[in-house]
């Protein structure tokens, strides 16, 4: 009887282990589900979220983001979502909107939404803001300003703070975590952040001619000038005239470096660089943008390795040549 | 004896005065040499002291650095901060934009057109009417969030034969049980994948073959439609529409006189998507539908559609390079007073984008029928025998409005397109139409687009 009794309470005790199981792991499974419209975002969201957080992104990180393919299957995604992370400043109107709209997804829907973080929201300062009159004979121009800001690494401070922010709204029971890991990613940046600036520091003035207007910030943080971009305005493909006028005027300010984000073609930057004797650097400009770079310190890193790599050799090769044609 | 003297004083001062000399400059040594130690010692204490002070120094600023930092990461690790929204910020400009006013876009579409004959057979209302410059259509439309619950899209359209609101609907934006979504208003149906899409956005000149016969320029009636997403790995959504084709099309027609829900359009579409690999997605549908085609008392149309797109383009080195297969089959299945007819049609393209601003495509389109109706059938004042009652507009209206099919209609169509921006399109295409009950067509547009107002999103 005694025994039969005790075999009793050990299906029960074993009944409510399982049960203690079953639901610790569901809390475990009850991740914050988040999608991002492009990687640099999904990079730090994981970064503060770890593992009480799931992250896909829309866009690949080797992809031009302003234009995406509405893929339906993104509107399964989004509908799923707790949490839509995307750039704003019109990076994605050509197809986010319709995306978000098919979601059906009230916690992402609208732009006052928990779920709904526009991170151009947490920057203070735009740059190429137009203040005159646009329209689009102007090229395919952001009335809002630049929107590729997180190519200062300096803006992925605050955005990481609003993500933060916005995770502690959307599942409070893990605050502490995120606010730890942001701190964590904060001082990491920080640290990285003037790592670099002492890299970049001696080329400080340095021309150099971009493809597209996406390297306002990076420029503005590195202390680089815009000698001009290939296209001759936002969106339109170079065209033989204007790369000549670019050629003539690289020659003139004896311009030594061109950047392009590894989504543009290479074809006409190549050209440029081989008849003016610049280097060409085709480079990611965001997570994932090439294997091996996946989080913001590891896209920064490679930025700036090859660019002052770049700028280290054309100086010497300078030099020699200089050395050489005194000699 | 006093020489003696001197000369002993002498020797000694010679000998001893060095040996005095010599202690008393010892003795001055040494002293210098402690003064010496003294001011080692002391030189030490001093850099001891200094060491000191220099960690003291150290120590403190550390301090005041840290304090600083803390300061300054306190404020930037604040995760209290409201954020400032992004227009409070804006300029003029951007205010004047962002505030409620709905989204504006103007599209003008105009095409050139020379015809092989007189009298052109065009099959769809928006297609060029005759040889010279045509304005196909101007599509204006407004667009926008109502409230936290609906969106509201609404286009008009001016052609030649006047105004026409194409679409004007609500959508729901809130969630709803099993993920469904509500559309109510007038809309492009869900039938197949042609119809859903505006002229602007379209590959070719003309409208494909089948859709002109079937669903007319389009298909959008006035109704309800709702849309659930259903739970599967891929993306499937399920859709059913009921309302009223208060829009003259050649397949359903509005029963004015009947109070009876089951003379309504009803029009369902399941849609999938496959996403094989991040370069190539494949969208597979089944549509059907069924209304009355007012030929006679309750005689009904049914309408069945495949509909495939699959687009191919490489994310990586290629940006701007993609081909897209769309093709479609419709079969309709009419009942009149006469007879069945079984008609059906589907078209093919293919299109390729070689560079960012350019496309070319070939298009081939075919319309037939199992139950080809007599060339008098159009002579409605004939034979009191013949066909008539097919021409569901007694009124006199054009063939358009012909329900039944005289025989094969096959047409070509290559193609070729300049996007000069997102806004603006140059397009040249040629059309030949063969008809096995009449001649040949021969057919040449040059269309141009314009595009004014909001940056529209681009339909997949």
Known sequence: MKHQFSLKNFVLCMTLALASIIFTGQSVLAQVNIVTSVTDYAAIAKEIGGDRVEVTSLAKGYQDPHFVDAKPIFITRLNKADMLIYNGLDLEIGWLPILITGARNSDIASPSAIGHYNASVSIKDFLDVHTTPIDRSMGDIHPGGNPHFMLNPGNGIPVARGIAARLIRIDPENAAFYE????????????????????????????????HKLWSYFLDWAGFKNAGTIEPKPGIPPSPSHTADLMRNMERDNVRLIMAANYYP?????????????????????????????????????????????????????????????? | MKFRRIFFTLIITLFISPAITQQVFAGEQNDVKSELKELRKMMENMQQRIDELEEKNEALEKQAKEKEETIVVEEETDLTVIETPATERQGFLQKALNTFNPEISVIG??????????????????????????????????????????????????????VELEEAYGTTLFSLPLNSQIRAGRMRAKFGRINQIHRHNQNFVTLPLPAAQFLGEHLNPTSIEANFLVPVPWYMELSALGGSPDVETPTFDRDENANNLARLLYIFHLANFVEVSEALGVSLGGSFATGVNNTGRDERSNMYGIDLFAKYRPLENNPYQEVMLQSEFMYLDADTPEENLENWGWYAQLVYRFAKRWNTGFRYGIIDTNTPVQEEAGDIDGDPAGLFTLIRNEEGEEEEGMLGLFGRTYRLSPMLTFNPSEFSRLRVQYDYLNQDFTENQHAIFLQFQYSLGAHGAHPF
């Open chain 1, 180 to 211: 730890d890991n942001f701190k964590n990613f904060v001082s990491a940046l920080k640290l990285k952040i003037s790592e670099w600036e002492t890299e970049l520091a001696p080329f400080k003035g340095t021309e150099v001619v971009t493809y």
């Open chain 1, 266 to 327: 290479t074809k006409t930057a190549s050209i440029i660089a081989r008849k003016t004797g610049a280097t060409f650097l085709s480079l990611p400009v965001m997570i994932e943008g090439r294997d091996g770079i996946d989080s913001y310190i590891e896209l920064f890193d490679a930025l700036v390795g090859e660019i002052t790599s770049a700028l280290k050799n054309t100086k010497s090769s300078n030099q020699n040549a200089a050395e050489f044609n005194g000699g």
């Open chain 2, 109 to 162: 579409i105009f095409a050139a057109a020379w015809y092989s004959q007189d009298d052109p057979i065009v099959f769809a209302e928006v297609d060029p009417e005759n040889t010279g410059v045509n304005v196909q259509e101007i599509e204006i439309g407004f667009q926008g969030v109502i409230d936290s619950y609906f969106r509201f899209d609404t286009f008009l359209v001016f052609g030649v034969e006047g």
